[in-house]
Each structure stands twice: as C-alpha cells, then as structure tokens.
C-alpha cells in the first residue's frame, strides 16, 4: 500500500466527521482515481512522491476516537502525518476540540483544519491549542465546502507541513556543521600550539583529535617517504602495530583512494589520504561502527586541509632544524660548534646586560689526550670524544639533572660547545662564580668516574676546567666584542692554571 511519504515529504490527510456523506465528499475530492491538477501543483511545489501517485494519502474517521488511534498507529509504525480536517461536533465522542488536542499531544507538528458550521469552543480557545509560533499551522474551514477549497486547503496545509519539515532537516543539518566546523576550529587551535618542528608530538594531536570527532577508540595515522621511511601512531588495536597499518594502506580500494585523494567511508571505518609534498604521503584511518553516520564530506575536507598544513608546515621547519643544526653542531660529540658560540655568547651577554646578570663560561680540557689516542688509537679517542659530549649534553640539558644540589643557582639556562679538538666550552647563563665552580666540580666528577672502555680496555679520563664570570651591569652596551673576547681568555687562563696545578681540577679566574 502506498503511504504517500518518501525522505522529504508527506501527503498523508487525517479526515474526521460523523457524517458518511462527508467522508466520502473528502474521499471523492482529495483522492480521486485521477486528480492530475492538484499532482501537478505539488509537482510543482517540489512535494510530489517518487511514485506520481495521486494527490493525498487519507485516513479517514468518523469519530475523534477512531482518528486518534488511526494516527497512533502509523506514527508508531514509523509513518508520518501532514495535516487533519477536524469537525467540530461529533455527538456521542470526543469533539473536535479534544480531537486536535490529542491529535497534537502525538504529533505536535501536525497542521490542523476546522471544519464546522457551528461549534461551541470559541476561536481563541481553538487558538490556545496551537502556541503562538504555530498559529500559522491552524486553518478555518466552514461546512458547507466547495471541492476547490477543500482541495486548496488541504494543499496549503500539507505544503506548509512539508516547507516547515525541509525547513528544521536543513537547520539540523547547519547546526551539525557548526558544531562539526566549531571542533575542527578547537582541534586546530589546539594542534597549532604545538611546537612546529615537533611531528612526534603533533601526530598523536592529529589523531586523538580526529578520533574525538568521529568518537572512536581505534585508529592510526602514518606518514612515509617514497623509501618508506617516516612517522606512524596508533590508538587501540593499532597501538604499536605498524603491521597492521601497512596491511590497511594495502587494500586495493584504498590504494585508489589514495591516488585520487579521496576520502573513503564506509560503515565501520573512515579513510582519508594526505598530500604533503613531492614524495611525502600518509593517511588517516579511523575504525568504528556506524562511521558512515557520522562523517560529513566537506567538514572532513575542511579538516584534512587543516591538517595537510599543519603536518606542512612540520614537516619544512623540521628540515630547516636539522640543516639548522648541521650547521652548528659538531657530528662527533652532538654538542654546539665553535660557531654556535661566537654568535651565541654574544646574544648572550647582550641580554646579560639588558637585564644585569650574571654570566660564567666553562674551559674544559681533556687530560693526557694524545696518549689516549697514542696507546689505544684514533678510533679509541674518537670514542672518547663522543662519550664526554654525551656526559657533557646530560650535565647542561636539565635544571634537575645538574641543579638539585645547586639550588642557589637559581634559573639556569646552559649551553655545552666542542671549541675544539679535545676542548670543550660551556655557557653558564645567569650564573655567578660560586655556582659555576659547583657545575664545574659536577662535570670533572663524572668525566672522571665515568669508566671508558674501547675494545675491552679500559681507558682512565680525566679533565681540567677554567672557570671565568662576570656580573654584567649595563654599562656594556657598546663593548660586547671585546667582553667575548676577555671571558674566553680569562676562563682560558683558569684552564691554564688548571694543567699547570696537577690537571684534573678546576681553577677560577681571579
């Protein structure tokens, strides 16, 4: 049976009267065996059923009992109903009046008509059943009618009904958006703190966001050079299963989706591939029951865009560090190079001086090294090497790591550089004399207990450190060249006297 309702509209007229001779007036008028007038108005009104069927789908009543229990049941079997042309008096039953008010208690959306030539409810209590955003969806119609009116009427009303349905689907949907379009913006502020050069960090971000959207517990997200090298991480059943993300990226269809950067949904999963730049590919993947429900193309468009720059903009700062650090870090030890210094002290104590601290700076200088290299080889020493640098980076790298027993050091900012061959400089930043003798004692003592062992031999280091400071006062504004120049030769000095006194110690500049 055709119940006249397909996604979008409803034609379905509830008709109530205790008089038979009406009843079959609105069967003969709204459902005729052929009625093409009124299916073309509503063809034209964009409300015609997938089926062309004609103009109405009735339920007819005659009593307000019978209309109601009607109307029940098609809600209850899923349908809906559009409007109802109610009489006024029904002796022996409900009226009129109680009928459209239970009408309305089940379906408060349906249009309603009075149709009478005489009631005993006034207007304005017919009125209070409709609130005063919905007066528009109550109608007076008088007995006797006219098969034009009834036909206009009914096709009022039921246009109406389907206009306000159109209407509330389209502004869920805005509302979906805005709420969809508000977390993107969220995910996407929040991702954007992140350091850019940090895609470690900011992949993870990515997918817990992306999760968050689509309320799901697995997925992962992979990026891959052409050799297949790069990033991956994953949440549930992908957690540290790079396995079974390679299996997923290998499906047939999509490989294509891949190709034509098309996002794929189906009912448990949602895949979406990322472009970053020549060579560069990944993708996100999201698992979840009934996905399909709730990714919105274009949102998921919008926020792949996002996404692209944000892993973009990644991606070229971290090229820019590590050809950044190339630059200025030695590839032996991993610590800062001579260059670094130069142009760091001078930052440095600049800064110093703009705000009247302290500034200290470490001469360290391996012990005996070319008898290392001498007796154990070049390999050996490079080895060495390599180990104090490491020593060196823990020492500098942390407050905790090299201040918790030096709590008078207060905010302590470090920079550890290779000046050269076997000697080493360290940049203590708002550092007095008393703290930096304490850091320096701190080093020697680890380079010297570290035990350092090349090919099964163990191979005793020992350094020697000068230490030289300067409290900065801002009167150094115009001589910052020459205040590099005097505390690497004062620190240089301490080094000096360290060799002389023994070795393995530390010296301060007087």
């Keep these: 049976m055709m119940n006249g309702e397909d996604k979008w509209t409803c034609r379905t007229v509830v008709c109530v009267d205790d008089e038979q001779g009406v009843l079959d007036s609105y069967r003969q008028v709204l ?20 089926d062309n069927g004609p103009g109405f789908d009735l339920i007819l009543a005659d009593s307000g009992e019978k209309a109601v229990g009607e109307v029940q049941r098609r809600l209850d079997s899923g349908g809906k109903v559009a409007a109802a042309f109610v009489d006024m008096r029904m002796p022996g039953g409900i009226d ?5 008010r239970q009408l309305r208690e089940l379906d408060n959306t349906i249009h309603c008509a009075v149709v009478t030539a005489y009631t005993d409810r006034s207007v304005s209590q017919i009125r209070e059943l409709f609130p005063r955003e919905h ?3 109550l109608l007076y119609f008088k007995k006797p009618f006219s098969p034009e009116e009834l036909e206009q009427s009914a096709l009022n009303l ?37 350091p850019p050069h940090s895609l470690h960090y900011l992949l993870p971000g990515v997918l817990v966001q992306m999760m968050a959207l689509l309320e799901a517990e697995d997925g992962f997200i992979l990026l891959k050079d052409e050799e297949g090298e ?24 999509l490989e294509s989706a891949m190709r034509e950067n098309r996002i794929v949904t189906k009912s448990t999963c949602c895949f979406m591939p990322l472009r970053l730049k020549d060579g560069v590919t990944g993708c996100i993947f999201i698992e979840r029951k009934g996905i399909d429900k709730l990714v919105d193309l274009p949102l998921m468009n919008l926020f792949r865009n996002q996404i692209v720059h944000l892993l973009l903009n990644s991606v070229y700062h971290r090229e820019v560090n590590e050809r950044t650090e190339e630059a200025i870090t030695d590839p032996l030890t991993g610590l800062f190079n001579r260059r670094f210094l130069l142009k760091r002290l001078k930052e440095e104590i600049s800064r110093s001086n703009r705000s009247r601290q302290w500034l ?16 154990f080889g ?65 080093i020697r003592k680890d380079i010297e207990a570290h035990g350092f062992v090349f090919s099964g031999r163990n191979i005793n280091v020992t350094v020697s450190i000068g230490v030289a400071s300067k409290l900065f006062d801002g009167q150094d504004g115009n001589v910052v060249e020459e205040s590099i120049t005097t505390i690497i030769n004062q620190a240089d000095e301490a080094l000096y006297r360290a060799k002389n006194n023994g070795k393995n110690r530390v010296e301060a500049a007087g």
Aim: proline share 2%.
């Design 96 to 100: 009129g009046f109680e009928t459209i």
């Design 360 to 375: 200290s700076v470490l001469m360290l200088d391996l012990d005996d090294f070319k008898r290392i290299n001498d007796t």
């Design 31 to 50: 459902s005729p065996p052929e009625n093409d007038a009124v299916a073309d108005i509503l063809a034209l009104a964009g409300e015609e059923s997938a």
């Design 158 to 194: 039921v246009s109406s009904w389907n206009r306000k349905r159109q209407l509330a689907e389209q502004m869920r949907a805005i509302e979906k958006n805005k709420q969809g379009l508000a977390q993107i913006l969220h995910a996407v502020s929040t991702l954007s703190r992140v």
């Design 378 to 442: 070049h390999d050996a020493g490079d080895e060495v090497l390599a180990a104090v640098g490491r020593i060196m980076r823990m020492a500098v790298r942390d407050y905790d790591l090299v201040g918790q027993s030096l709590k008078d050091i207060g905010e302590l900012d470090q920079f550890a550089i290779r000046y050269g061959g076997e000697e080493f400089c360290i940049i203590l930043l708002n550092t007095d004399q008393h703290a930096a003798i304490k850091v320096a004692e701190r």
């Design 135 to 137: 007066q528009d969806e």
């Design 230 to 253: 790069g990033f991956h991480t994953g949440v549930g059943r992908f957690e540290r299963q790079r396995p079974a993300m390679e299996a997923v990226c290998g499906a047939v269809e």
